[in-house]
């Protein structure tokens, strides 16, 4: 017999090798593989689901790439899952590659997944409530270990014992034996911990360590969590353990390995062993020698990259004081709090700003682990993986910003992917506000691949067997589902956006049907924008929406019918409510206007035509305003159907009736006027007559403020209405002049609110302009006739600032029709 034989056959002397561990840690993870390496039992159980067994294979493939996960979930209930998550530094992956490494069987003896989901099931008897309650309770051993040691932090106590530890020419076996004393003492005093499912899960494992000694004469070696060792080597009956297993729930279960981060090994999850500092452990782990200095020399890299000066003399001086602090603390090595105060002092001049972006990229890390494609996987997710792949989108655990330009194919499907994957409840991707450009033709996504999403995958594949087919059906069923208007129309957006002809049709029959049937004003101006939006986006994508531009119109026309009867009687806060409605369909009626011209008024190419108009803007903002003012210098848009124009002037006209009721809340009077004024359907002069009338002394302060706050607050602009219209700030000036002192505590809550809105530098221009008074506040207005402006076009000074215009938008140098219509606009 060999050396290694005969050492062997001793640790199997008192029975089972019970090699106690904590899960995913690197010292344990070393000295699982030096034990093994000692013993070379010929099976090794592992603490997890036996259902995994015929998984364990893949854990050998070149593909496969920790940190991984096993996860189980319910066959018809997908979102019912879990996740047992294994890093390279696990010990449990340590002990499976050392048996598909020696040709060793690898086996699971955890208590099977079909219970343990089943026992969280609501038809369980023990519910979600009860086994959080339990979990709450349960006794954190390290952290008694660590305080009957005099440590107030058990990572610490634990670094010190067993991370900083070396595998040295002891016996491999002593560290697992001194543990296994430490765990039965601990057991002795507080029993199971305060946790039933243990005593259960315990009970399985006996049976099926008893099975394994069997088959392969006691060289057996079992790799568990430390706790469970006593529970393990404790003498009981068969029929004992099988009695508490009797009776348990069952749960039809499917399990694969996915993907998982560093950042979600940092969480309480699976084997319950969530850890502050994986990044760190990994490093730990993998360093062959001097781990201090080569983190330091990690961390030195990192914050180069981030345009920090650290140098060499700035590592060597931080594994210095590292060192020192260790030996202060009394500690064998220095820890994580060592390198980390020295990094905060050496290298971030001690600021925590930087040392934030050290912890959330090397102390946590966003490592994502890989799976290879022969692992099994619901029909859904191997045609995701295809088109990721199709489309170079590979998932990561970094937040990352992707920018798309629609008018490109691969970037249009990408859009496409991501806008699906969000209707099946994979958030993925998040849309974010673009940089550099406001045209529909552009998105701007931030992706981030976590590993819960493998489970929302499972639970979509309810809905098809490819993206595209359970997007489609998931929008189907979402719409008819749908307790209101406003979500149908969201949908009906969504569904171009995805782009699912197939659920189109469906979306808005049953939009047509809600729509009619709805006779609330407040929900049809809420429907209105995202219908308008719809059509922008089809127009963009090539999608036909004649349908969805019919609902809109008559929509709009419902509205403009039931909304001036709506604004009676309305207190303070529905006055607002109804405020936010007329904004929302002043931009809808405009770019319901834009969405019919076939030619735009200023436009370029095909993608270019939606920078008229910023994404996603339905308030009087500058680009509502803005082309209004185009429509009232030059009339209906160029381009625009008579239809669409004529649904503009009813609009109008509806406005009208709402400036000049005497039941309408001051707010929604004083809004119409302002976006008549922007339309150019009503003159400066009389503008300012009404104000004039508003503000009378007649008119109750409160209703007065309302009106003021409507005309000009709102963020429509308005501060810079009163900077370049003398008489309109002159008029504001003397009502508030003249407010009687006891109701002006009234008025100043609203009219604070108006003025605060305005950017510094407009509350400060209007500061100077009331304290010069009226006779100098000619100074900031040029010429005559319109206050701002001069008497007529001053083309030269236009044509100067055309070509930066032209570059601003993107649009061809030659185009002298554009240039025409660009000094109309200036």
Same mark, same amino acid.
């Given at each position: 017999?060999?050396?290694?034989?005969?050492?062997?056959?001793?640790?199997?002397?008192?029975?089972?090798?019970?090699?106690?561990?904590?899960?995913?840690?690197?010292?344990?993870?070393?000295?699982?593989?030096?034990?093994?390496?000692?013993?070379?039992?010929?099976?090794?159980?592992?603490?997890?689901?036996?259902?995994?067994?015929?998984?364990?294979?893949?854990?050998?493939?070149?593909?496969?790439?920790?940190?991984?996960?096993?996860?189980?979930?319910?066959?018809?209930?997908?979102?019912?899952?879990?996740?047992?998550?294994?890093?390279?530094?696990?010990?449990?992956?340590?002990?499976?590659?050392?048996?598909?490494?020696?040709?060793?069987? &690898?086996?699971?003896?955890?208590?099977?997944?079909?219970?343990?989901?089943?026992?969280?099931?609501?038809? %369980?008897?023990?519910?979600?409530?009860?086994?959080?309650?339990?979990?709450?309770?349960?006794?954190?051993?390290?952290?008694?270990?660590?305080?009957?040691?005099?440590?107030?932090?058990?990572?610490?106590?634990?670094?010190?014992?067993?991370?900083?530890?070396?595998?040295?020419?002891?016996?491999?076996?002593?560290?697992?034996?001194?543990?296994?004393?430490?765990?039965?003492?601990?057991?002795?005093?507080?029993?199971?911990?305060?946790?039933?499912?243990?005593?259960?899960? +315990?009970?399985?494992?006996?049976?099926?360590?008893?099975?394994?000694? $069997?088959?392969?004469?006691?060289?057996?070696?079992?790799?568990?969590?430390?706790?469970?060792?006593?529970?393990?080597?404790?003498?009981?009956?068969?029929?004992?353990?099988?009695?508490?297993?009797?009776?348990?729930?069952?749960?039809?279960?499917?399990?694969?390995?996915?993907?998982?981060?560093?950042?979600?090994?940092?969480?309480?999850?699976?084997?319950?062993?969530?850890?502050?500092?994986?990044?760190?452990?990994?490093?730990?782990?993998?360093?062959?020698?001097?781990?201090?200095?080569?983190? !330091?020399?990690?961390?030195?890299?990192? =914050?180069?990259?981030?345009?920090?000066?650290?140098?060499?003399?700035?590592?060597?001086?931080?594994?210095?004081?590292?060192?020192?602090?260790?030996?202060?603390?009394?500690?064998?090595?220095?820890?994580?709090?060592?390198?980390?105060? %020295?990094?905060?002092?050496?290298?971030? +001049?001690?600021?925590?700003?930087?040392?934030?972006?050290?912890?959330?990229?090397?102390?946590?890390?966003?490592?994502?682990?890989?799976?290879?494609?022969?692992?099994?996987?619901?029909?859904?997710?191997?045609?995701?993986?295809?088109?990721?792949? $199709?489309?170079?989108?590979?998932?990561?655990?970094?937040?990352?910003?992707?920018?798309?330009?629609?008018?490109?194919?691969?970037?249009?499907?990408?859009?496409?992917?991501?806008?699906?994957?969000?209707?099946?409840?994979?958030?993925?991707? *998040?849309?974010?506000?673009?940089?550099?450009?406001?045209?529909?033709?552009? +998105?701007?996504?931030?992706?981030?691949?976590?590993? +819960?999403?493998?489970?929302?995958?499972? *639970?979509?594949?309810?809905?098809?067997?490819?993206?595209?087919?359970?997007?489609?059906?998931?929008?189907? &069923?979402?719409?008819?589902?749908?307790?209101?208007?406003? *979500?149908?129309?969201?949908?009906? *957006?969504?569904?171009?956006?995805?782009?699912?002809?197939?659920?189109?049709?469906?979306?808005?029959?049953?939009? &047509?049907?809600?729509?009619?049937?709805?006779?609330?004003?407040?929900?049809?101006?809420?429907?209105?924008?995202?219908?308008?939006?719809?059509?922008?986006?089809?127009?963009?994508?090539?999608?036909?929406?004649? &349908?969805?531009?019919?609902?809109?119109?008559? !929509?709009?026309?419902?509205?403009?019918?039931?909304?001036?009867?709506?604004?009676?009687?309305?207190?303070?806060?529905?006055?607002?409510?109804?405020?936010?409605?007329?904004?929302?369909?002043?931009?809808?009626?405009?770019?319901?206007?834009?969405?019919?011209?076939?030619?735009?008024?200023?436009?370029?190419?095909?993608?270019?035509?939606?920078?008229?108009?910023?994404?996603?803007?339905?308030?009087?903002?500058?680009?509502?305003?803005?082309?209004?003012?185009?429509?009232?210098?030059?009339?209906? $848009?160029?381009?625009?159907?008579?239809?669409?124009?004529?649904?503009?002037?009813?609009?109008?006209?509806?406005?009208?009736?709402?400036?000049?009721?005497?039941?309408?809340?001051?707010?929604?009077?004083?809004?119409?006027?302002?976006? =008549?004024?922007?339309? @150019?359907?009503?003159?400066?002069?009389?503008?300012?007559?009404?104000?004039?009338?508003?503000?009378?002394?007649?008119?109750?302060?409160?209703?007065?403020?309302?009106?003021?706050?409507?005309?000009?607050?709102?963020?429509?602009?308005?501060?810079? =209405?009163?900077?370049?219209?003398?008489?309109?700030?002159?008029?504001?000036?003397?009502?508030?002049? @003249?407010?009687?002192?006891?109701?002006?505590?009234?008025?100043?809550?609203?009219?604070?609110?108006?003025?605060?809105?305005?950017?510094?530098?407009?509350?400060?221009?209007?500061?100077?302009?009331?304290?010069?008074?009226?006779?100098?506040?000619?100074?900031?207005?040029?010429?005559?006739?319109?206050?701002?402006?001069?008497?007529?076009?001053?083309?030269?000074?236009?044509?100067?600032? !055309?070509?930066?215009?032209?570059? !601003?938008?993107?649009?061809?140098?030659?185009?002298?029709?554009?240039?025409?219509?660009?000094?109309?606009?200036?």
């Amino acid at each position: 017999m060999t050396g290694v034989e005969r050492t062997g056959g001793g640790a199997f002397d008192a029975g089972p090798l019970l090699l106690g561990v904590r899960h995913h840690g690197p010292g344990s993870a070393r000295a699982v593989r030096a034990a093994l390496e000692t013993a070379r039992p010929r099976v090794v159980l592992i603490e997890g689901p036996p259902e995994a067994d015929a998984l364990i294979p893949l854990a050998a493939d070149e593909e496969m790439r920790p940190p991984v996960a096993l996860l189980a979930h319910a066959v018809d209930e997908p979102g019912r899952s879990a996740f047992w998550p294994l890093a390279e530094f696990s010990p449990e992956w340590v002990a499976i590659r050392w048996a598909l490494d020696h040709d060793v069987p &690898a086996r699971f003896i955890d208590l099977p997944a079909t219970h343990t989901l089943a026992w969280h099931s609501p038809s %369980a008897q023990k519910g979600p409530d009860d086994a959080a309650s339990e979990a709450d309770v349960r006794v954190d051993p390290l952290a008694v270990l660590a305080e009957t040691a005099g440590y107030d932090d058990p990572e610490r106590w634990w670094e010190d014992v067993v991370e900083h530890r070396g595998v040295g020419d002891g016996d491999p076996l002593a560290p697992f034996t001194a543990l296994e004393e430490a765990m039965g003492a601990l057991r002795e005093t507080c029993g199971s911990g305060g946790h039933d499912r243990d005593l259960v899960r +315990e009970a399985y494992m006996r049976l099926q360590v008893r099975a394994a000694q $069997r088959e392969f004469a006691d060289q057996v070696a079992v790799v568990c969590g430390a706790w469970h060792v006593p529970a393990l080597r404790r003498k009981a009956t068969v029929a004992a353990d099988k009695a508490l297993l009797k009776g348990l729930p069952k749960a039809k279960v499917d399990m694969t390995w996915v993907p998982w981060t560093h950042r979600r090994l940092s969480r309480s999850s699976g084997y319950g062993a969530g850890i502050d500092s994986p990044g760190w452990y990994g490093h730990l782990f993998g360093a062959p020698d001097r781990p201090v200095e080569r983190w !330091l020399t990690k961390v030195a890299g990192l =914050l180069r990259e981030e345009d920090r000066i650290v140098s060499s003399a700035h590592v060597i001086e931080a594994v210095r004081l590292a060192e020192t602090l260790a030996a202060m603390r009394g500690r064998p090595l220095p820890g994580l709090s060592e390198t980390t105060d %020295a990094v905060r002092a050496v290298m971030c +001049e001690g600021s925590d700003v930087p040392l934030a972006l050290v912890h959330d990229r090397l102390v946590v890390g966003n490592v994502l682990g890989e799976v290879p494609r022969s692992a099994p996987a619901v029909p859904l997710q191997r045609d995701l993986a295809r088109i990721q792949r $199709r489309l170079r989108l590979k998932p990561e655990a970094l937040e990352r910003e992707l920018e798309l330009d629609l008018r490109k194919e691969t970037d249009a499907e990408r859009s496409r992917l991501l806008h699906r994957l969000r209707l099946l409840g994979v958030g993925w991707g *998040e849309p974010a506000a673009s940089r550099g450009s406001t045209g529909t033709f552009r +998105e701007t996504w931030r992706l981030r691949w976590e590993p +819960e999403l493998s489970v929302r995958v499972a *639970e979509a594949g309810v809905w098809g067997t490819t993206v595209l087919a359970a997007a489609t059906a998931k929008v189907e &069923a979402d719409a008819v589902a749908a307790q209101g208007l406003v *979500e149908v129309t969201a949908l009906a *957006e969504r569904c171009l956006l995805a782009e699912l002809p197939d659920a189109l049709p469906a979306v808005m029959r049953i939009l &047509a049907d809600r729509a009619a049937l709805d006779a609330d004003v407040g929900h049809l101006a809420q429907a209105l924008p995202a219908l308008v939006r719809s059509l922008r986006y089809g127009d963009v994508r090539g999608t036909d929406t004649g &349908a969805l531009a019919e609902v809109a119109a008559g !929509l709009a026309e419902r509205v403009f019918v039931g909304l001036p009867p709506a604004c009676a009687a309305l207190d303070a806060d529905a006055a607002e409510e109804v405020r936010r409605h007329v904004d929302a369909v002043q931009g809808a009626v405009a770019l319901l206007s834009e969405a019919a011209a076939p030619v735009q008024a200023v436009s370029g190419d095909a993608g270019e035509a939606g920078a008229a108009a910023p994404d996603g803007v339905v308030g009087p903002g500058p680009a509502a305003s803005g082309e209004s003012s185009v429509a009232g210098q030059g009339g209906a $848009r160029r381009g625009a159907s008579p239809a669409y124009d004529g649904l503009r002037r009813r609009w109008q006209a509806v406005l009208r009736v709402l400036s000049s009721r005497d039941t309408v809340p001051g707010v929604i009077r004083g809004r119409a006027v302002r976006l =008549l004024l922007d339309d @150019g359907e009503l003159a400066q002069d009389q503008a300012a007559r009404l104000m004039g009338l508003v503000l009378s002394p007649g008119t109750p302060p409160a209703d007065a403020a309302a009106w003021i706050e409507g005309f000009v607050g709102g963020g429509s602009g308005g501060g810079m =209405l009163l900077v370049h219209d003398e008489r309109l700030l002159g008029l504001v000036d003397e009502w508030l002049s @003249g407010v009687p002192a006891e109701a002006f505590t009234d008025v100043l809550p609203l009219l604070r609110r108006t003025f605060s809105a305005y950017e510094p530098g407009v509350r400060r221009t209007l500061g100077e302009l009331v304290r010069r008074g009226p006779g100098h506040r000619g100074t900031v207005t040029a010429g005559s006739g319109i206050p701002g402006f001069a008497p007529e076009l001053d083309s030269e000074r236009a044509d100067a600032v !055309l070509p930066v215009v032209r570059l !601003l938008l993107g649009l061809d140098a030659g185009e002298e029709d554009i240039d025409n219509n660009l000094v109309g606009v200036a």
